[in-house]
């Protein structure tokens, strides 16, 4: 009763099908490809990297090396806030281990902060650079949450938040 359907399912070979068969089509304007790899869509999300690790804490180092990583830190701005990030207390933690490797604990003033990538990763370039240091990791965390009165009395002065 079904016997179309069968004949149908079976594939056909690709001589007999003109549709398998590349068509060349030299007067048909073809879709630009911008250089996108459209097939890294279908592939499954790459593995989350491992959390960057430094040694037990060094109290010597880390007292050695956290006046430079402040002023270092004290150089990098919100674009929309014109107070660098350490005054606007966006920095909560800094610590080195005995290799000099440095980690530093950072929030942003929100979740949905348009300069999300670009200040951790200022914050580990410059913190990087410092001598003395032989690497640098950056993590964002959300606890506590980042309020004004995180912000220095400088920085409240200064954007009139007193």
Same mark, same amino acid.
């Given at each position: 009763?079904?016997?179309? +359907?069968?004949?149908?399912?079976?594939? =056909? $070979?690709? @001589?007999?099908?003109?549709? #398998? &068969?590349?068509?060349?089509?030299? !007067?048909?304007?073809?879709?630009?490809?911008?250089? +996108?790899?459209?097939?890294?869509?279908? =592939? $499954?999300? @790459?593995?989350?990297?491992? #959390? &960057?690790?430094?040694?037990?804490? !060094?109290?010597?180092?880390?007292?050695?090396?956290?006046?430079?990583?402040?002023?270092?830190?004290?150089?990098?701005?919100?674009?929309?806030?014109?107070?660098?990030?350490?005054?606007?207390?966006?920095?909560?933690?800094?610590?080195?281990?005995?290799?000099?490797?440095?980690?530093?604990?950072?929030?942003?003033?929100?979740?949905?902060?348009?300069?999300?990538?670009?200040?951790?990763?200022?914050?580990?370039?410059?913190?990087?650079?410092?001598?003395?240091?032989?690497?640098?990791?950056?993590?964002?965390?959300?606890?506590?949450?980042?309020?004004?009165?995180?912000?220095?009395?400088?920085?409240?002065?200064?954007?009139?938040?007193?």
């Amino acid at each position: 009763m079904f016997s179309f +359907l069968k004949s149908k399912s079976e594939p =056909e $070979p690709a @001589a007999e099908n003109p549709l #398998a &068969a590349p068509v060349d089509t030299p !007067d048909v304007p073809q879709a630009p490809s911008h250089g +996108l790899d459209v097939g890294a869509l279908l =592939e $499954p999300p @790459a593995a989350p990297a491992a #959390a &960057a690790q430094i040694g037990p804490r !060094d109290e010597a180092r880390t007292t050695e090396l956290t006046p430079k990583v402040v002023e270092a830190i004290s150089t990098v701005f919100d674009p929309e806030i014109p107070v660098n990030i350490y005054e606007l207390g966006l920095i909560y933690k800094i610590e080195a281990d005995a290799d000099s490797r440095v980690k530093v604990e950072m929030t942003l003033t929100s979740p949905a902060c348009p300069s999300a990538q670009q200040l951790p990763s200022e914050v580990r370039y410059k913190v990087k650079a410092l001598e003395g240091v032989s690497d640098a990791f950056v993590e964002v965390v959300w606890e506590p949450a980042w309020t004004k009165d995180l912000m220095s009395e400088d920085a409240k002065i200064g954007l009139g938040m007193f």
